[in-house]
T-cell receptor
Framework: GAVVSQHPSWVICKSGTSVKIECRSLDFQATTMFWYRQFPKQSLMLMATSNEGSKATYEQGVEKDKFLINHASLTLSTLTVTSAHPEDSSFYIC??????????????FGPGTRLTVL | AQSVSQHNHHVILSEAASLELGCNYSYGGTVNLFWYVQYPGQHLQLLLKYFSGDPLVKGIKGFEAEFIKSKFSFNLRKPSVQWSDTAEYFCAVPFTGGGNKLTFGTGTQLKVEL
């Protein structure tokens, strides 16, 4: 099956620093990728849609200047958490869809990145 | 906008017990429904999906779900659970208007005891 990887799998940083998280589709191309955030014991919340060749689209309430997204190629999207603060500590998950010819394309999820901001 | 709700947040079962996890959706139009599973330390995987047709959907690992339109439900079932089914289960629907974005339920943590 399709594989999506994320790097790093976990990161600890100091408050005020920036952290970059990579999401790669290993065996398929993805013009679109999605970034989710999962708080402990809560569901995944969609943050933004990463679009290759154009700007990301952010969900309501998500600060685009705080969470910078760059879709550098058809297999790579990056999420940079700028000036991180402890409240940004969370589990960040990306996904990428594969076209299936139907109305909805199945998404494949990365293993997630655990961010802890001290 | 479409949304889903999951009623069981934590479920503990003994091996061989039957499982049913509830999922209700809010949207009354064309509905696509999904169940995902997240095993400890692993990424989300698709268990099964409903787009149209037979309301009883078979998924991987012996799971099934039934779409009941009159009840706005898509409950997940398994006749006999195994210890390896210990995981978190999420019900999901696409955002209204498509675009492949998903809205997830709050998840159900299932623990199967030997």
């Amino acid at each position: 099956g399709a594989v999506v990887s994320q790097h790093p799998s976990w990161v600890i940083c100091k408050s005020g620093t920036s952290v970059k998280i990579e999401c790669r589709s290993l065996d398929f191309q993805a013009t679109t990728m999605f970034w989710y955030r999962q708080f402990p014991k809560q569901s995944l919340m969609l943050m933004a849609t990463s679009n290759e060749g154009s700007k990301a689209t952010y969900e309501q309430g998500v600060e685009k200047d705080k969470f910078l997204i760059n879709h550098a190629s058809l297999t790579l999207s990056t999420l940079t958490v700028t000036s991180a603060h402890p409240e940004d500590s969370s589990f960040y998950i990306c996904s990428a869809p594969i076209a299936s010819g139907g109305s909805y394309n199945e998404q494949f999820f990365g293993p997630g990145t655990r961010l802890t901001v001290l | 906008a479409q949304s889903v709700s999951q009623h069981n947040h934590h479920v503990i079962l003994s091996e061989a017990a039957s499982l049913e996890l509830g999922c209700n959706y809010s949207y009354g139009g064309t509905v696509n429904l999904f169940w995902y599973v997240q095993y400890p330390g692993q990424h989300l995987q698709l268990l099964l999906k409903y787009f149209s047709g037979d309301p009883l959907v078979k998924g991987i690992k012996g799971f099934e779900a039934e779409f009941i339109k009159s009840k706005f439900s898509f409950n997940l079932r398994k006749p006999s659970v195994q210890w390896s089914d210990t995981a978190e289960y999420f019900c999901a629907v696409p955002f209204t208007g498509g675009g492949n974005k998903l809205t997830f339920g709050t998840g159900t943590q299932l623990k199967v005891e030997l």
